[in-house]
């Protein structure tokens, strides 16, 4: 099992740049991804990376724009946002699992508690 804590969340101009944080407790040996919900919206896909950090997937709508990368000495897995755009705004949550790369969220078995994003124009 493992816990997930997210952190890096803020307020940011659009352009702007924010690095999210999740370290996670435990095992440190699963895929990690990075899941977003805005308001009156359902959980979308934003990014993931194998346990290993050599296989990266991204939503089409940041690709180019964030980083997903980890540090396993440090059991944290991190989301470099570059290029803000307000409609980036929503909570970002952090999420593992098991063997191979997925973008569904029902596919992630543990899930950390959110970090709020707020990008203005």
């Known amino acids: 099992q493992v816990q997930l804590v997210e952190s890096g969340g803020g307020l940011v101009q659009a352009g702007g740049s924010l690095r999210l944080s999740c370290a996670a407790s435990g095992r440190t040996n699963y895929v990690m991804g990075w899941f977003r919900q805005a308001p009156g919206l359902e959980r979308e896909f934003v990014a993931a990376?194998?346990?290993?950090?050599?296989?990266?997937y991204y939503a089409d709508s940041v690709k180019g724009r964030f980083t997903i990368s980890r540090d396993n000495a440090k059991n944290t897995v991190y989301l470099q946002m570059n290029s803000l755009k307000p409609e980036d705004t929503a909570i970002y949550y952090c999420?593992?699992?098991?063997?191979?790369?997925?973008?569904?969220?029902?596919?992630?078995?543990?899930w950390g508690q959110g970090t709020q994003v707020t990008v203005s124009s």
């Open positions: 990376i194998s346990w290993s950090g050599a296989t990266t």
């Open positions: 999420a593992a699992k098991m063997n191979r790369i997925a973008t569904m969220s029902y596919e992630y078995d543990y």
